[in-house]
């Protein structure tokens, strides 16, 4: 007997999140550590505590990748 399940949602703490998805898990030392904005650090941690950056979404996703690729050439 085959039976199929699929995940829908995924409850975990920050770093649990991270791992799953293959995020950075290194908090304390990357550029952009946050899943959900493009946010850099030293922009996180500038003197205005409401900044936030673009969100991410599905068009900036295939730009990140090419960008992720030409790098590592």
Same mark, same amino acid.
């Given at each position: ?40 650090? %030293?922009?996180?941690? !500038?003197? $205005? +505590?409401? *900044?936030?950056?673009?969100? %991410?979404?599905?068009? !900036?996703? $295939? +730009?990140? *990748? ?8």
């Amino acid at each position: 007997m085959v039976i199929q399940s699929r995940g829908h949602c995924i409850a975990g703490d920050n770093l649990g999140s991270h791992s799953i998805g293959g995020f950075t898990e290194n908090f304390s030392h990357s550029q952009y550590f946050f899943r959900y904005c493009e946010i850099i650090r %030293r922009e996180f941690q !500038s003197d $205005d +505590p409401n *900044v936030c950056g673009p969100q %991410r979404n599905a068009e !900036s996703y $295939d +730009p990140a *990748v090419g960008d992720l690729l030409y790098k590592l050439e």
